[in-house]
């Protein structure tokens, strides 16, 4: 019964984009089916095989001793501010951020990134049908970020078309920044992260696929990408205090979002005797239903997936890591693969200023399909959580 509801799922999700396609005519198929058997069999590659769970063990080995390594620095600046034994979620999962967004900048700068970016980008502009420019900002997104990757392609921004500008943006708030990932491995675990990532690259290909299709000119899928000129300790510090930066954005958010919620939660439970949370899970209990998720658990996993929504990932991964639910493994997988991603409203407004800084005329163009493009996001989160639920 599990995979009738699965296999509904998908159907049902395919359908909401294709309600909310821009040109149902242009739709390609092929590409779209192509995809989703990809996913599939990564999905089972990663979590069913042996060979995947090896895979998995390497990354989560890299990451666990690159937080290993950012806490050297945290704790020579911070050290003696905790008690002993105590594991503050700014020191130990924020500010590790800082030292992986300066190995993401040696990377750049030594020009092994944009190397390895453009050679999946070409690789994947052969399976999902889209040109490179689209490939390659998918692959750059989850490389550098949902509003730097737009900063690579500075100068070809301003000639993009209404359709192909979606698409790159549509990908970067499926994606996650790979600066983040150590820090999604800590609330999360790192099979069901490395399954979201790769599992989203291709779900925003796909949903992009029904939702804006569109025909590309060989002529005019020319990528340029756009390299600043600086030295190595420029660039070195450039990275460290973006970093930085993201890790005090982040913990700003935390604490604005989640004082909210509990504010929200005690007003609604003292008016209604239900708290907002509680509200919100009812609301969005169809929609885990058809992830797969049993209809005893879907109110308080639609009470994550929603909070997820109205606020960031990283609150609702606090909840699902802290709270008292008492999940399945199966259920907890997941969720834990919807988490994975920028779908939710803050991102809307990170990615039309990042747009918008270096071209307003664009950035207004972006502003005014927001909504479309949280709607579509989501979407890809929700297929990403169905195509889990047929594996576990």
Known sequence: ??????????????????????NRK?????????????????????????????????IATVFNKLLEYASEGVTFVFGGLANEGEAPFFLTVLLPIIFISALIGILQHLKILPFIMKGIGWVLSKVNGMGQLESYNAVASLMVGQSEV???????????????????????????????????????????????????????????SIMNPYEIDPKEDILEIEHEKQSFFEMLGEYILDGFKVAIIVGAMLIGFIALMAGFNSVFELLFGVTFQTILGYIFAPVAFIMGIPSSEAVSAGSIMATKLVTNEFVAMLDLSGGDYHFSERTMGILSVFLVSFANFSSIGIIVGAV?????????????????????????SVLSGIIVSLIL
């Open 1 to 22: 019964m599990q995979y009738v509801i699965s296999i509904l799922g998908i159907l049902i999700v395919l359908f909401f984009a294709w309600l909310a396609s821009s």
């Open 26 to 58: 242009e739709i390609k198929f092929k590409p779209i089916i192509t995809m989703m058997i990809i996913q599939i069999l990564f999905s089972l590659l990663l979590l069913n095989t042996q060979f995947g769970l090896i895979i998995i063990k390497g």
């Open 150 to 208: 737009f900063i690579t392609l500075k100068r070809q921004l301003g000639l993009l078309s209404k359709q192909r500008l979606y698409t790159l943006c549509a990908s970067a708030m499926s994606t996650v920044s790979m600066a983040i990932v150590g820090a999604y491995m800590t609330m999360l675990e790192p099979k069901y992260v490395v399954t979201a990532l790769v599992l989203n690259l291709f779900g925003g290909f796909i949903i992009a």
């Open 356 to 380: 918008k800084s270096l071209n307003e005329k664009q950035g207004n163009v972006v502003a005014r399909f927001g909504l479309k493009l949280l709607f579509g996001a989501t979407l890809v």
